[in-house]
């Protein structure tokens, strides 16, 4: 798919968790006032993928910048299990912060639970209503961030016909709460548009969400759009439009990062 085209692609910016937290030791009541005696981990709901590789130049900067020991672990895949695996071991190692984009967050509570008992600070991304966390960063109010892609979305629809709402998962947080949004907003807004119901779930897999898309196509001949959720989607998504041919007159909507969508 050109660029040419009326396909948008919102690039989000990632957030890196740059948070300078004294930890106390609570064996001996006193500070660890020395850098370098301090060790945050990162977690992302996996790793060897751009989105999180981008993460992680952010994660060694502030390392670098503060004297920090920082690094990036995670699971190879998206799965809530080898994540709450990772997070086992970084206790067991006595790491001072963890910072953690979780995959399905309520998965984690029991983990996180055990982890702050040890001491040890809790920062999320993507997972605003985790209360375990001792914080959450969010690069923007998720409402609003949904009711703007399904403007943007609906724009280009002219305010009418079929669309599709796709998440990486249904237990991300934060898709859904981007996908509830723009949902309520069509309803009150765009009236002549029509969902098709139910959430696609893409496993954060663009094959996953490139096979769902054809299936979509077929069953609904005359979708005009699609609004994707995780930084692959759009992807999956744009590629079997594009196979259609039908770049021209149905549109994709989402976030993602150059790497990925640049060549759509």
Known sequence: MKKNKKFVILLA???????????SNKSKGTKIESSADRIFVTVPKA???????????????FGKDTGI??????????DAALQVQVIEDLIAQGVDV????PFQPETLVPVLEKAKKQGIVIITHEAPYLEVANYDIEPFNNKEYGEHLMEELATLMNGTGEYALFVGSLNSSTH???????????KQKYPDMKWIGDYVESNDDSKVAYEKTKEILKKYPNIK????????????????VEEASLSDSTYVVGTSIVSYSGNL
């Open 13 to 23: 910016a990632v957030v890196v968790l740059l948070l300078v937290i004294f930890v």
């Open 47 to 61: 790793i060897g993928y751009d989105w999180f590789n981008r993460m992680e130049e952010g994660v060694k900067r």
């Open 69 to 78: 020991k920082a690094y990036q672990q995670g699971p190879s895949q998206f």
């Open 98 to 101: 963890l910072n953690i984009v």
């Open 176 to 186: 859904k709460a981007w996908v509830d949004a723009a949902l309520e907003y069509q």
């Open 225 to 240: 759009g699609f609004q994707g959720s995780s930084a692959l989607d759009v992807v999956g998504i744009g590629q079997a």
